[in-house]
């Protein structure tokens, strides 16, 4: 059975860092594009970056350039996402998921395997 759970939600000050962790089980995450989505209250789930199977490239939307980072630790099956500079737009539950079949891309229809979600919380 094909599982992901994600951990490393929290609440932090405006300015901080947090790392989330997707933790894959029932399959090996190199071989699918992994993506980071979140959503809001009230708003549209929206994705934020992915990493490419294979190759490890990754893509950004323009909110998060600079700020957070993608990595994939092959060895742990875990893919990780590095949030500096946060801030209170960041507020939401965030989501991995996982494709078999595309690349560079973060749109939520065209991944197959979600995980429950973690919150995360930026707030002075």
């Known amino acids: 059975q094909l599982q992901l759970v994600e951990s490393g939600g929290g609440l932090v000050q405006p300015g901080g860092s947090l790392r989330l962790s997707c933790a894959a089980s029932g399959f090996s995450l190199d071989y699918y594009t992994i993506a980071w989505f979140r959503q809001a209250p009230g708003k549209e789930r929206e994705g934020v970056v992915c990493?490419?199977?294979?190759?490890?490239?990754?893509y950004y939307v323009d909110s998060v350039k600079g700020r957070f980072t993608i990595s994939r630790d092959s060895a742990k099956n875990t893919v990780y996402l590095q949030m500096n500079g946060l801030k209170p737009s960041d507020t939401a539950v965030y989501y991995c998921?996982?494709?078999?079949?595309?690349?560079?891309?973060?749109?939520?229809?065209?991944?197959?395997?979600w995980g429950q979600g973690t919150q995360v919380t930026v707030s002075s």
């Open positions: 998921a996982a494709s078999f079949a595309i690349r560079d891309t973060v749109v939520p229809a065209q991944y197959d395997c």
């Open positions: 990493i490419n199977a294979g190759d490890s490239t990754t």
